[in-house]
C-alpha cells in the first residue's frame, strides 16, 4: 500500500491433483511454481489495484482492477481477463446502501493458449453441476453490470441486487470445442437480475433466499432457492 488511498495486490491460486499421486514433493514445488510438463497442478494469476477517490466529503468512491490469466506463459498481455469498476460504499443520506458498477472482458484464445475454464492439465469444464467455478460469464466474453447492497436493521438484514448485460462467444468453440462454458447453447446477448436476501432471526439462526433471472436469444432460465443456517 504505496499510498493510504492506493493498494495493489496479487492473487494467485492453484487446482491440482487429478490422475498423478499427489506427494509433498510435488506440493512444494507447485507452491514455488517451479512444476513443468506435467498434469499435476494449473495455475491461475491476477493483479489488482485499488484507488479511493479524494471524493468522501461529497461521495466515498473506489475505483478498481484486476487483470488476470490462466496460465501460460504471455497470456496476461495476450489473452487476460479484466475486471474493473467503481464501488459507492456509502451513499449519501442512506449510508446502509452500497451501489456500484463493473465490467468484466475474458479475451478469446489465442498465440498458442487454451481458452478461459478449460485446460489441458484437466480436461473437462471448470464447473461443478450446472455452476461455473470462475465468473458466472462462462468463459469468453463481456458482462456489463450494476449492482447494489444494503444492511439494515443493524445489519441483521441485508439485502442484494444485480442487473447486467452478457454477450458470450462462441469464437474459440469450432477450434477446442471450449471458449465458454455456456457454448454454443448460449452464445450471444444476454440480460438478467438476480438478488438476495439474509435475516438473522437469533444469534445462532439465519434465514436466506436467493433468486435469478437471465433471458437470451430463444432460452431463458430463472432460479429460486431458500435456505435456513445455523451456527455453531
Keep these: 500500500q504505496p499510498h493510504a488511498r492506493l493498494s495493489f495486490a496479487v492473487n494467485r491460486a492453484t487446482l491440482f491433483g487429478g490422475a498423478e499421486e499427489v506427494t509433498a514433493d510435488k506440493v512444494l514445488r507447485m507452491l514455488v511454481g517451479v512444476i513443468r510438463g506435467s498434469t499435476f497442478e494449473n495455475q491461475v494469476l491476477s493483479f489488482e489495484g485499488r484507488w479511493r477517490l479524494p471524493t468522501d466529503a461529497l461521495l466515498p468512491a473506489t475505483v478498481y482492477l484486476e487483470w488476470g490469466a490462466d496460465d501460460g506463459a504471455g497470456a496476461l498481455d495476450e489473452m487476460p481477463a479484466q475486471v474493473a469498476g467503481v464501488l459507492f460504499p456509502a451513499l449519501p443520506g442512506v449510508p446502509e446502501v452500497a451501489a456500484g458498477a463493473e465490467y ?25 453441476g450446472s455452476y461455473p467455478l470462475g465468473h458466472p460469464l462462462g468463459g469468453e466474453g463481456w458482462e456489463a453490470a450494476g449492482f447494489a447492497r444494503a444492511e439494515l436493521l443493524d445489519a441483521r438484514l441485508r439485502l442484494d441486487a444485480r442487473g447486467f448485460v452478457r454477450d458470450r462467444s462462441d469464437s474459440s468453440y469450432e477450434t477446442f470445442r471450449a471458449g465458454n462454458l455456456y457454448s454454443p447453447t448460449r452464445t450471444g446477448r444476454s440480460t438478467g437480475v438476480q438478488g438476495g436476501a439474509s435475516y438473522r432471526l437469533r444469534p445462532y439462526l439465519e434465514l436466506r433466499a436467493r433468486g435469478r433471472a437471465e433471458v437470451g436469444d430463444a432460452w431463458s432460465e430463472t432460479a429460486l432457492d431458500a435456505q435456513l443456517a445455523v451456527f455453531f
Design 104 to 128: 468484466v472482458r475474458i479475451a478469446d484464445a489465442c498465440c498458442g493458449h487454451g481458452p478461459w475454464y478449460f485446460n489441458f492439465t484437466f480436461p473437462g469444464n471448470w464447473a461443478r
